[in-house]
């Protein structure tokens, strides 16, 4: 290639990047715009609660979240508080973005009043609930307490607490990878090539996930926008370690820095594009999700990935090619360096040191290591991932958590989020009879459009609900939408159980009666989750066997490779089930925390062993399977260490955004991260490849005796 192009190529790929953050850039912050936290969004077609979302506008005015206003005093609310009540009810009802309230209505003890009001269809919730606290705040009588919870609450203050996931997640993400690296390579330039790829890889899976998202192609949600960020940033630094690797290996190797950069692209195209394919098909498995949230992680997650491949082996070669060894300064790879022994006794460094005793003791050691991964993974009996209660979702304080527990001291735990039952309406006395069967539900009303509150009372008195005057409920295609009101708070388990009572007892009258709401949503959710968890694990694992018997012509090298990172997985999630009861003292976890940390710790810890294992095998083709390991181990041991550091401490970064979901997540894929660096690809598959032998490679040559060794 002649020199002007050699110039030239690099250059384009640099500018064809800078155009793409550029771009890309500015849409960083607007990818909120097109997130929604509304859990119902996300259930699949097939929910009973999404049918009931779906047609609940055919039987009252359509509308958003009600916000219920809850006042409380110790000792009784006064006459002049039940005034200072209506004075709020009439201020917040007259805001552009609440279509109406209720009455001020009293509690049975007389220490608490509540009003409901219902946000138009249109309406930012989270702005909304904003002000109305703000009204709430101001209009409070002294020794009144006042709070704003419901689903329109809880949905402000989840919002609210993702409202970090733009700049500090980043941001904090961004400074622990920096620090790594300047600790690393020591070089004042190279941590800001490294990170500038990842961020430049950020801002075009920014790009097209906001496109797809604003085309209603995807479903981005808090939880999907903070993955995408810290899986880009971790798998992209993490790919630019692999190649800065084998670049500084070739620089010492090749007096130019084009021939450096040619071989350092030979050397390292399989291992990233293997490791990142993993990981693709890995989490494109989502799709199989029945949850619109999980589906929706798939593709993002999967355009994310590609991207860091392509700023991996485009735009960081291209800039290492335009400072060639300037970028390693102070400690420059000199060419003919590259003479050092890797294995043998004369071999230096801590990773030689530990090729010699797995070597000595390749048996003892991954028992030794498969005890204890077995012993952390006992932790699992104790694991609850069957759901928690929406007001536990937010870590630290809640206004909606707060007003949530007094509402259920003094109302009807359910008060504001009924649970919405459609069915067939000549079948009307008898699903008002059902309903009220159930033990958990306080009372039942219609909905109806006839009425200014929008319900109406129904009971077996057919001729009472005829009478002159009196609303009827609305008929929807032969259907009517009952409201019940359920005894405990509707994020609770004993309102779960209520549901699926309520809903074997209204199928038994109309089999095509649906209920919903906001807790059968809950269950929809918890149950989609767990169904998911049974069909996308052995899937994932089917998947990522089949590309590493692919990848390294091998049966037994692959089963062994699957085998240790899912007992590796298995003792994170033991340990942070330990973690989650014993220290922190969450309520439970959520049915998707397995099943993501599965999807995440199976394909990236798989990522680490392809690295180690390619290298092996290339150099076992030239010395043999033993010294193949050695010299392999040796080899990547600095970088894939460095990598499941950085990975790791761009996934504890998650644990900044005060969300349970993401907490848990952090701790356990952070945790694997290190158990499949520092323990798996370090000393349990080394030790297990080297006492299997040349049998580790059946049925490939490397299988057979060499002739010549």
Not at 269 to 297: Q, Y
């Amino acid at each position: 290639m002649s020199r002007f192009l050699r110039i030239v190529l690099p250059a384009l790929v640099i500018l064809v990047w800078l155009v793409v953050a550029g771009v890309g850039g500015p849409v960083f912050g607007k990818i909120s715009e097109v997130a929604t936290n509304d859990q119902t969004s996300f259930l699949p077609a097939s929910a009973d609660a999404t049918k009931v979302q779906e047609r609940a506008a055919d039987f009252r005015q359509a509308s958003g979240a009600p916000a219920i206003v809850v006042l409380d005093r110790d000792g009784g609310l006064t006459p002049d508080d039940l005034t200072a009540a209506r004075r709020i009810a009439d201020t917040i009802g007259e805001r552009d973005d609440v279509q109406g309230t209720s009455p001020v209505i009293p509690s049975e003890d007389g220490d608490a009043a509540e009003i409901v009001a219902t946000l138009t269809e249109d309406a930012e919730t989270g702005d909304a609930v904003s002000a109305i606290r703000t009204t709430v705040d101001e209009a409070l009588p002294a020794g009144v307490s006042g709070y704003v919870t419901g689903p329109a609450g809880f949905t402000a203050d989840l919002t609210e607490a993702f409202a970090g996931i733009d700049g500090l997640l980043l941001g904090v993400a961004l400074a622990a990878v920096f620090v790594i690296l300047i600790v690393v390579y020591r070089s004042p330039l190279l941590p800001f090539l490294v990170l500038g790829t990842a961020t430049f890889a950020l801002c075009a899976s920014i790009l097209v996930v906001y496109a797809l998202a604003k085309a209603g192609v995807v479903t981005v949600n808090g939880q999907v926008q903070g993955i995408l960020s810290i899986l880009v940033i971790g798998a992209a630094t993490d790919y630019a370690l692999l190649y800065t690797a084998r670049y500084r290996e070739a620089l010492r190797e090749h007096r130019t820095g084009w021939e450096a950069t040619r071989a350092a692209l030979r050397g390292a195209f399989e291992p990233i594009v293997a490791s990142g394919g993993t990981v693709i098909v890995g989490v494109l498995c989502l799709l199989l999700s029945d949850l619109n949230s999980n589906k929706a992680l798939g593709p993002v997650a999967a355009i994310g990935i590609a991207f860091s491949l392509l700023a991996a082996l485009t735009l960081l070669p291209a800039l290492l090619l335009a400072f060639r060894r300037a970028a390693f300064w102070p400690l420059r790879p000199a060419f003919g360096s590259g003479g050092r022994p890797t294995t043998g006794p004369d071999a230096t460094g801590l990773w030689a040191r530990v090729g010699r005793l797995v070597a000595r003791r390749s048996r003892t050691v991954w028992i030794v290591c498969t005890v204890a991964l077995l012993a952390m993974g006992s932790g699992l009996v104790g694991l609850r991932a069957d759901g928690v209660p929406q007001s536990d979702l937010v870590i630290g304080s809640s206004q909606a958590r707060d007003g949530q527990r007094v509402l259920a001291d003094h109302f009807p735990g359910g008060s504001g989020s009924p649970a919405q039952v459609i069915g067939t309406e000549r079948d009307l006395d008898a699903l008002v009879d059902a309903v009220r069967s159930v033990r958990g539900v306080d009372g039942v009303v219609a909905a109806s459009t006839d009425s200014p509150s929008g319900t109406v009372p129904v009971g077996s008195d057919a001729a009472a609900r005829t009478a002159p005057g009196t609303a009827e409920p609305t008929v929807s295609r032969g259907d009517v939408l009952l409201e019940a009101t359920l005894a405990d708070p509707a994020d609770s388990s004993a309102a779960e159980r209520t549901v699926r009572d309520l809903r074997v007892a209204v199928e038994r009258v109309d089999p095509d009666a649906v209920v919903g709401g906001v807790t059968a949503t809950a269950v929809d959710t918890n149950d989609t989750g767990i169904r998911d968890r049974s069909v996308i694990i052995p899937v994932v694992l089917a998947v990522i066997l089949l590309i590493l018997v692919l990848l390294l012509r091998s049966v037994v090298a692959p089963l062994v490779l699957v085998g240790s990172v899912v007992v590796s997985f298995a003792a994170a999630l033991g340990v942070g089930a330990l973690v989650f009861d014993h220290v922190f003292h969450f309520p439970g976890v959520d049915p998707s925390v397995p099943l993501y940390a599965f999807v995440f710790l199976v394909a990236l810890g798989v990522d680490y062993n392809i690295f180690l294992m390619t290298r092996v095998r290339e150099e076992s083709l030239r010395h043999g399977p033993r010294e193949g390991v050695l010299r392999g181990l040796a080899a990547t041991g600095g970088v894939i260490t460095s990598a499941g550091i950085v990975l790791a401490a761009t996934f504890a970064a998650l644990g900044v955004i005060p969300i349970l979901f993401l907490a848990q997540i952090a701790f356990v894929v952070a945790f694997g991260v290190l158990l499949d660096t520092v323990v798996v690809r370090s000393l349990l598959v080394p030790a297990l490849v080297i006492d299997l032998g040349r049998r580790a490679w059946w049925p490939s040559r490397l299988s057979r005796p060499a002739r010549h060794m």
